[in-house]
């Protein structure tokens, strides 16, 4: 997948904040990402921030849960569901569905996260890692 994000704030925009942020997770070791975002700012008075990452699924983070007591399964799906609420927080509730919606985008989200992810031993092992 790839990301071009731009923020043009012209010159009338003055006083202005923005930010854009890109964040990719990968879920497979065939899984390729770009993340471009940029800023073009022509007015003098503005606050604009940008960033962008790509991971895969941290070690660490599954190494803490299963330190824990969750199986793989469970930890990887944490991991997962954290990642898709981070990214439907910030969707209008209309457009999400009801929670316990199977339409709604959240549940979406999570089926096709589910299906792409590497299960067992491959996900723990670091087999997939970011470039």
């Given amino acids: ?3 071009r994000g731009r923020i043009r704030v012209e010159q009338s925009a003055q006083q202005t904040e923005s930010q854009q942020l890109s964040r990719t997770i990968l879920l497979s070791d065939k899984s390729r990402a770009w993340a471009i975002p940029s800023l073009e700012i022509i007015a003098d008075d503005v606050q604009c921030t940008h960033g962008a990452t790509v991971s895969d699924l941290s070690e660490e983070e599954l190494f803490y849960l299963r ?3 969750l199986d793989r399964s469970t930890a990887r799906n944490m991991l997962m569901y954290a990642f898709a609420d981070d990214i439907t927080q910030c969707v209008d ?3 999400l569905g009801a929670l316990d919606s199977e339409a709604g985008l959240q549940k ?8 792409l992810v590497p299960r067992g031993e491959r996900a723990i092992k670091g087999e997939f890692h970011s470039i």
Wanted: aromatic fraction near 6%.
């Fill in 1 to 3: 997948g790839s990301f």
């Fill in 67 to 69: 330190s824990r007591g």
């Fill in 93 to 95: 509730p209309a457009v």
């Fill in 108 to 115: 979406r989200i999570i089926r096709r996260l589910e299906n």
